[in-house]
Antibody, heavy 121, light 109 residues
Framework: QVQLVESGGGVVQPGRSLRLSCVASGFILSSSGMHWVRQAPGKGLEWVAV????????FYIDSVKGRFTISRDDSKNTVFLEMSSLRVEDTALYYC??????????????WGQGTLVTVSS | EIVLTQSPATLSLSPGERATLSCRASQTVSKYLAWYQQKPAQAPRLLIYGVSNRATGIPARFSGSGSGTDFTLTISSLEPEDFAVYFCQHRANWPPIFTFGPGTKVDIK
């Protein structure tokens, strides 16, 4: 079955960087678009970024453009979210999610359990 | 930028009752309208995609409908496990930017 396991979260000061990882199993990662979605404590869901199945095309929410980079290493079955210039408002549980089959840019259909990022001085 | 609003914010119902959740878009949206269920301390689960298509393994009591700016998720007869928060989500045609609604909490009356 599809499994997505995120890691790399933690407490970081504003302005610093962090890299999240998502290890995928149970499906062919190279055939799937992959998303990152976040959820601030007690709040709703906010989509962050998506990468195409081959990593050649990426899209981001405006608030993270130029600061976050989504990438993938299919040889390691891993998707990354490199986050820099972190802000207090980036504090959230970050979910990795697989795109529904048929297009890299379909909505997420399977989600990991998330990794918590706390940006605080 | 499309904004999604969901109503009501909270829906208090009893098991066996019908739940009708609304999602309204600030402008006419594409067919890429989805619904998710999220229970406390769990990841979201895809229920409906493409306005009205049930995702794999989703029971038939969940159905989606709508067009234009108004969309509905209906749970025909609430089961105890259906009490949760429900989010609608839209994907723009291009670039494929995704937007979530604020959610509707369905709780036990």
């Amino acid at each position: 079955q599809v499994q997505l396991v995120e890691s790399g979260g933690g407490v970081v000061q504003p302005g610093r960087s962090l890299r999240l990882s998502c290890v995928a199993s149970g499906f062919i990662l190279s055939s799937s678009g992959m998303h990152w979605v976040r959820q601030a404590p007690g709040k709703g869901l906010e989509w962050v970024a998506v990468t195409s199945n081959d990593g050649s095309t990426t899209f981001y929410i405006d608030s993270v453009k130029g600061r976050f980079t989504i990438s993938r290493d299919d040889s390691k079955n891993t998707v990354f979210l490199e986050m820099s210039s972190l802000r207090v408002e980036d504090t959230a549980l970050y979910y990795c999610a697989k795109a529904r089959p048929g297009s890299s840019f379909f909505e997420p259909d399977h989600w990991g359990q998330g990794t918590l990022v706390t940006v605080s001085s | 930028e499309i904004v999604l609003t969901q109503s009501p914010a909270t829906l208090s119902l009893s098991p066996g009752e019908r739940a009708t959740l609304s999602c309204r878009a600030s402008q006419t949206v594409s067919k890429y309208l989805a619904w998710y269920q999220q229970k406390p301390a769990q990841a979201p689960r895809l229920l409906i995609y493409g306005v009205s298509n049930r995702a794999t393994g989703i029971p038939a009591r969940f159905s989606g409908s709508g067009s234009g700016t108004d969309f509905t998720l209906t749970i025909s007869s609430l089961e105890p496990e259906d009490f949760a928060v429900y989010f609608c989500q839209h994907r723009a045609n291009w670039p494929p930017i995704f937007t979530f609604g604020p959610g509707t909490k369905v709780d036990i009356k």
